[in-house]
């Protein structure tokens, strides 16, 4: 448990609904973009404003979860009262209650040390160890103890009906020995979930796509569940569904959630003509984290902009590159451009920058948002999103952005010509051009801007956003108490409204625990 009061030193200043808060996400990378940042941003709120503790639970197999915890928190990005927690390193030092063994010695064959292609260490000693086929695909993985002791067994290659397929996961006591098997691994997620909530009303926000499916079919009566979309639904060219494959199951099962957060009024529109209007799926976005430090100066030289963004397809910096370029031709004093980030695409990023007078590429920076205060804009050049959080942080610090009109966020906020410039989508010469009509503005004119930059960004701070949370909870918690019992509910009812009930409760029983 979270020592609450690490979260309660001074009166909250929003009420949440009592309750226990969870934020769901699948990892938390080394250099993780702005879907991670947003939430643990939503978390630290939370745990400031509304003196409410977090958890943040991780699924994936990092072998250092300690160290990850101590880096984050060093840096600021793991605030006080937000406590990571991930389940194979919480296996390791808790017993999870309950549940039954049922073991096939073949399918149950630990991994030696010249069985396994790779190891996950954390200083000298061996966390994990893995055996992939010839394609690298994960056949098997098995996690120990600090001690060297065998924690648990994940093979995804035993025999399922005669046939390669299935899956075999087998949790180990402290001495190594098998104590609880399941044949899917969202059976031990839901056995995890269920161990930390413990019957006490919880509220779970899920942020990763990747772990939502899960999440979707975790229905308990203490348990409040909601979806955050990061990023756009739509599909992209060439699918013939409108919601693009990641996203479909979300979608095509929307009502079970109990809430579902969109980031802007646009995705929101387009989500009601898709599924209709549902009473659980709203409008939240992302806030932005209050300063610590004084207001950003107004005015200051205009001769520099950055782009914060993953080096990926998705962000396309690629034509920030280019468009910086085209504004520089023919200068003899360039206009720079600050890159922080990096990805698959760096190599060809670092092309085009060498023919791009004024650009410099810095790789991934964990404090590059601080160069927002010093910039005269900020480029955004993305596919899509869901809503960037580094538009509002831009438009805070008084940076303006310069942004493709994409689905989905900039339109919400910027006006252009007024707090920062809308280009449509894939127009790198507009881009360019706008870098240029920036350029030439009069100072005051510019500064305007940046002021009315900072007032739109005020729209988003985390007290009123934490105070949206607040009230879309209560609503939640208000139709979970409207809505007709399920057929499982009122079959208990019966049940045990019946004469025959412990008859009928020793028939049903056996069929329960079969399932």
């Not at 055996?131 to 065998?150: C, K, M, N, P, V």
Request: positive net charge; hydrophobic residues 45%; aromatic residues 6%.
């Amino acid at each position: 448990m979270i020592d609450r009061g690490m979260a309660a030193q001074t009166a909250p200043q929003v009420r949440m609904p009592r309750g226990r808060q969870f934020a769901v996400t699948w990892a938390i990378p080394s250099d993780y973009g702005g879907m991670t940042q947003a939430m643990l941003a939503r978390c630290a709120s939370f745990a400031r404003l509304a003196g409410t503790p977090v958890d943040v639970l991780t699924f994936d197999a990092h072998p250092d979860v300690p160290g990850l915890a101590a880096g984050l928190r060093a840096r600021g990005a793991l605030a006080d009262g937000v406590r990571l927690q991930n389940l194979y390193e919480w296996l390791r030092e808790q017993p999870l209650p309950g549940g039954s063994l049922r073991l096939d010695r073949d399918a149950f064959t630990p991994l030696g040390e010249m069985d396994a292609d790779e190891l996950l260490r954390r200083g000298d000693r061996v966390m994990a160890r893995l055996r992939h086929d010839e394609s690298g695909r994960l056949l098997q993985i098995d996690h120990f103890r600090a001690d060297g002791t065998l924690l648990l067994s994940d093979r995804r290659d035993t025999k399922e009906r005669g046939v390669l397929g299935g899956r075999s996961v087998v949790l180990c006591d402290a001495h190594g020995e098998p104590v609880r098997s399941w044949a899917r691994i969202w059976h031990l997620y839901t056995a995890w979930l269920d161990a930390l909530t413990a019957g006490e009303r919880s509220f779970m926000i899920v942020d990763s796509k990747t772990i939502a499916p899960f999440v979707l079919g975790y229905r308990r009566k203490h348990v409040v569940t909601a979806h955050v979309v990061h990023a756009s639904h739509r599909s992209g060219g060439g699918e013939t569904h409108p919601v693009r494959a990641s996203r479909r199951e979300v979608f095509d099962r929307i009502d079970e959630f109990d809430l579902v957060a969109l980031l802007s009024k646009r995705q929101a529109q387009e989500v009601a003509e898709l599924v209709g209007a549902r009473p659980n799926v709203v409008v939240i976005s992302n806030a932005r984290p209050a300063r610590a430090d004084a207001a950003p100066t107004i005015v200051r030289p205009r001769a520099g902009g950055v782009v914060l963004a993953a080096l990926t397809r998705r962000k396309r910096v690629q034509d920030a590159v280019r468009a910086m370029a085209i504004a520089n031709a023919g200068r003899a004093t360039p206009v720079r451009l600050d890159v922080y980030g990096d990805g698959e695409c760096r190599a060809e990023v670092e092309a085009l920058a060498a023919d791009a007078p004024g650009v410099v590429l810095h790789g991934y920076d964990p404090s590059a948002r601080q160069h927002l205060d010093g910039a005269s804009f900020m480029l955004l050049s993305s596919r899509s999103e869901g809503f960037p959080l580094v538009l509002v942080e831009s438009m805070a610090a008084g940076c303006l952005p310069i942004a493709y009109d994409i689905r989905y966020g900039p339109a919400d906020l910027i006006r252009d010509g007024r707090n920062g410039f809308l280009v449509p989508e894939g127009d790198v010469a507009g881009l360019a051009r706008a870098v240029q009509r920036l350029e030439a503005m009069p100072a005051a004119r510019v500064s305007a801007m940046r002021r009315r930059a900072m007032q739109a960004a005020r729209d988003f701070d985390e007290d009123r956003v934490v105070a949206k949370w607040a009230l879309e909870f209560e609503r939640a918690l208000e139709r979970r108490r409207a809505a007709p019992p399920s057929r499982a509910q009122r079959l208990r009812r019966a049940v045990s409204r019946s004469p025959l009930g412990p008859v009928l409760r020793a028939v049903l029983r056996p069929v329960r625990s079969r399932r």
